[in-house]
């Protein structure tokens, strides 16, 4: 969690420095879900998990064309499961503080101000629960493959498009977790997050 919070105020130090940054508050929806594979190939079962996402966003301008991002997000994930053998269905819900440092192209498309996202996002895990059925369990994070479910520390790339209508921006992007937060990786099992977010920014400062 430290090295996340020194990572977001380095990157708002930088930002500050320039006359021209602008600030501005983050709300959406996320639609996830996991990546599960080991040895024997891919789980199939996962499904996709409403969830949210919500925080603070600053901008700092490079050129008329490019400017740097970056977000402070508290956001949920997880999946749902149901095996092909059984009407048990289980849900997944997973909690991160989410730094995505974003490079932005804006354009000029018929009068509309269009923007692309490209960068990498760093997570950790704040908290978790899995429910079936009316039994509820809490996320053991941890590296102990015996003790633990998932690691906490998730990072990954993050690929987005939107558009700007005077002082919002409206925007979608799909994150590709690339960490393997199994804390069990015996037989090569690995579990890393996917994610979809809808999301809309209001910019308050420049």
Known sequence: MKR?????????AIVSQVQAQSFGVQAGFNFSSMLEKDDDGKDNNYKIAPGFNIGGVAEMPITDMFS?????LFTSKGFNYKTSSSSTKV??????TEIPIMAKANFEIS????FGLLGPYFGFGLGGRLK????TVSIDWGS???NDDLKRFDFGMSI???VNISVFQFGMNYNLGLANISAYT???TKNKNRSFNLFAVYVFGN
Not at 4 to 12: E, K, R
């Open 186 to 188: 015996d037989d090569g």
């Open 144 to 146: 102990d493959g015996n």
């Open 111 to 114: 009068d509309i101000g269009v």
């Open 160 to 162: 987005g498009a939107g």
């Open 68 to 72: 740097v991002q970056a977000k402070l």
């Open 132 to 135: 079936s059925g009316s039994t």
């Open 91 to 96: 849900n997944c819900f997973l909690f991160y």
């Open 4 to 12: 996340l919070t020194t990572l977001f105020i380095i990157t708002l």
